[in-house]
C-alpha cells in the first residue's frame, strides 16, 4: 500500500537511542538496517494502525494511555522468499493492547491492514528489512553481541506518517500535549 497512512507509537530519546544502536550493530555488520534509510520521517516505532485513508478523529481519549512503559523483547522474522525483515517484538501487556484498541475504536471502521487489525496486530519495531536468508543468523549475532536481552522502552507519542505525502505529523506526546 503505496499511498497509506499509518499511526505509530514512537518512544522517549532513551529508547530511541537503544534501537537505534541496534541499527548501527547491523550496519557495522555490513547487514541491511533501518540505519540506511536516510528519511526524515525515520525513526524506531511500532505501527498501531495502518490504513490506506483515514478521516480525522479527536485524538484527546488517548492522552491518558502515554507515556507506556513497555519491553522490547525477543527479534521476529517476517516475510516470505530469500529476504526477511528483522524486528524486534513489542511484548503485548494489558496497556500496550488497551491503547491499540482503543486507537481503532477512535478511528471507526475502515479497511485496515490485515497486521495492524485487533486480534492479529503483531507489535514491532523493525531493525531491518530485505536482510538475506543467508545472511539472518549473522544479523542475529550481531544483535546478540549488541546486548540482544530485552529492553525497557517507553512510548512518548504518536504520530501519523502519511506515505502519500511524505509528512509526519505529531498527534499524541511530544509537542501535543496541549491537547490533553
Known amino acids: 500500500m503505496t499511498d497509506a497512512v499509518s499511526l505509530d507509537l514512537v518512544f522517549d530519546d532513551e529508547t530511541d537511542a537503544a534501537v537505534r544502536a541496534e541499527w548501527d550493530a547491523l550496519l557495522a555488520a555490513d547487514l541491511p538496517s533501518q540505519a540506511r534509510h536516510r528519511g526524515e520521517s525515520n525513526r524506531p516505532h511500532a505501527t498501531l494502525l495502518v490504513r490506506s485513508s483515514l478521516a480525522p478523529f479527536d485524538v484527546a481519549d488517548l492522552c491518558g494511555f502515554l507515556p507506556l512503559s513497555l519491553t522490547l523483547g525477543a527479534p521476529l522474522l517476517f516475510g516470505a522468499g530469500r529476504h526477511r525483515v528483522i524486528a524486534r517484538s513489542v511484548v503485548p501487556t494489558a496497556a ?85
Open 96 to 180: 500496550v493492547l488497551a491503547l491499540h484498541a482503543r486507537l481503532h475504536e477512535l478511528a471507526g471502521p475502515g479497511a485496515d491492514v490485515d497486521r495492524t487489525v485487533p486480534g492479529a496486530w503483531t507489535p514491532h519495531v523493525t531493525l531491518a528489512r530485505r536482510v538475506p536468508l543467508d545472511r539472518i543468523g549473522e544479523a542475529l549475532d550481531a544483535l546478540g553481541h549488541h546486548g540482544g536481552g530485552d529492553l525497557e522502552a517507553r512510548a512518548v507519542a504518536i504520530r501519523r506518517w502519511d506515505a502519500a505525502t511524505k509528512t509526519v505529523t505529531d498527534l499524541v506526546g511530544r509537542g501535543t500535549l496541549e491537547q490533553c
